[in-house]
């Protein structure tokens, strides 16, 4: 257990990725095209195929933070294959609809473990533009990638829970470089933010989701969700809070 007073913030950014955002962004080799807003980036007036509104939005307020001196920082990315559990493409009707079916699922290992989980459009596909964390996010300051949600069987919201590329696993990755704090942020808040949060409170570190560099799917839900997070020990703070002062004050 870290003493008391200890201080090592990690900064977890969830899946700030093509298909959770407005307005996508096309990876472009390069060539003797016009220079785009971002190299090798072309705009594209398509959303995203499950566009969080204001998705887009948090980015500025999550490279500031990036810019801070914490411990270590991690982006995760929802990274599906094709023929993923949650996709309503892969359902036969009637219970196949996005957004609004919701089906039962088991546990690959424990039959009799059941969790029942909404359906979503296509979306994070390995290998796909969408996938592809967003050209705004000053990806050169992250320290590390989690690709979340690759079995194929399974949903996973957490960045916590059965990684497969990275057989350590997230948890043990912050112990390893003493991390006592976690900041989450990123897409979406009433998802895969929420869920994250909560298993790393529950892994022991003390946790805070960044209210302003945040958003959700579903709006009407944040103040629900909110009670939920403090229910767990996970606390909503502001960037103008103490929280993250107190990363500001690190020696960097
Ligand atoms: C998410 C729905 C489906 C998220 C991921 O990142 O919040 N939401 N997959
Ligand atoms: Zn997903």
């Excluded at 785009?36 to 204001?54: D, E, I, M, T, Y």
């Excluded at 999550?62 to 001196?69: G, H, K, T």
């Excluded at 690959?108 to 050209?135: F, K, M």
Aim: with cysteine.
């Amino acid at each position: 257990m870290p003493a008391e007073n200890e201080f090592k913030p990690a900064l977890l950014i969830v899946d700030l990725q093509e298909d959770f955002c407005p307005r996508h962004y096309f990876r472009v080799p390069p060539g003797p095209s016009p220079p785009s807003l971002f190299a090798n980036h072309v705009p594209s007036p398509q959303n995203g195929s499950l566009a969080v509104a204001g998705g887009r939005d948090i980015a500025p307020i999550i490279n500031s933070l990036l810019s801070l001196p914490f411990t270590l920082k991690v982006a995760t990315k929802d990274f599906h294959p094709r023929d993923h559990i949650s996709f309503a493409s892969n359902h036969p009707p009637p219970h196949n609809k996005p957004f609004e079916s919701v089906i039962t699922i088991a546990n690959p290992y424990n039959a009799s473990e059941t969790e029942r989980t909404r359906l979503w459009p296509d979306h994070c596909v390995q290998g796909t533009p969408g996938a592809e964390l967003i050209p705004e996010l000053d990806i050169a300051k992250i320290q590390h990638v989690v690709e979340k949600g690759q079995d194929k069987r399974v949903e996973m919201y957490s960045a916590f829970a059965a990684p497969f590329r990275d057989p350590r696993g997230l948890a043990e990755r912050l112990r390893e470089s003493g991390v006592t704090h976690v900041f989450v942020v990123g897409l979406a808040m009433d998802y895969c933010v929420n869920f994250t949060a909560v298993d790393a409170a529950k892994e022991g570190f003390e946790t805070y989701v960044v209210e302003e560099a945040t958003r959700a799917v579903d709006p009407g839900t944040w103040d629900e969700v909110k009670v939920s997070l403090a229910g767990h020990g996970v606390k909503m703070v502001s960037v103008e809070g103490r929280e993250v002062e107190r990363v500001k004050g690190l020696a960097s």
